[in-house]
């Protein structure tokens, strides 16, 4: 077993972001609009947040660390960038990190759950309503995504972050009908 030791992490850009960035390029060079649009079409903006605007400073920033190599300046006014050694160094350190750390996952709905006894009964359930429905939409978006990733030869790999996402919602809507129901006998808040 490999042991990873001394993970460098640059603060100024997330370290989900250089592992997207990173991992993309270890299929080949590829100028920036490339990166975009294969992060684009795996929706990582939905499960990683990824800030597209962040991406062309994020390879030039890591091209000044040496973990990516500029092979070609100017093509049609893009840069292609191509994965150094110390890249794919970075990229396994970075990716072995992502599957052993557990970091809670942050959501305002907790904040609004914190406070739940601020509302009254009805607004409660309303808000409760309101959310489930929202969230029965966004499950059944994530099942639609899948399969337009599927027609655009999207990795299939890259459907489970889509079905993990869908699973956290589906759980958090799971919750709520119940909790609706214990708002509704008085059990809640």
Known sequence: MTTYTNLSINLSMSSSTRVLLLGVLLDGPLHGYEVRRRLETWGADKWASVAYGSIYHGLGRMADE???????????????????????????????????????????????????????????TAAMKGRAVQLRASVG??????AAKRAHDAPRHVD?????NAAQLQAQLDWIEEALERVARGELP
Do not use: C
Request: proline share 4%; aromatic share 8%.
């Open 66 to 124: 040496g973990l990516l190599r500029r092979v070609e300046e100017g093509r049609g006014g893009k840069t292609v960038y191509e994965i150094t050694e110390a890249g794919r160094a970075e990229f396994a350190l970075l990716l072995m990190n992502h599957w052993w750390e557990i970091k809670p996952i942050v959501d305002p709905f907790q904040v609004a759950l914190t406070f739940m006894n601020r509302l009254s009964p009805a607004d409660l």
């Open 141 to 146: 978006m994530l099942d639609r995504a899948i």
């Open 160 to 164: 489970e972050t889509l079905r993990l």
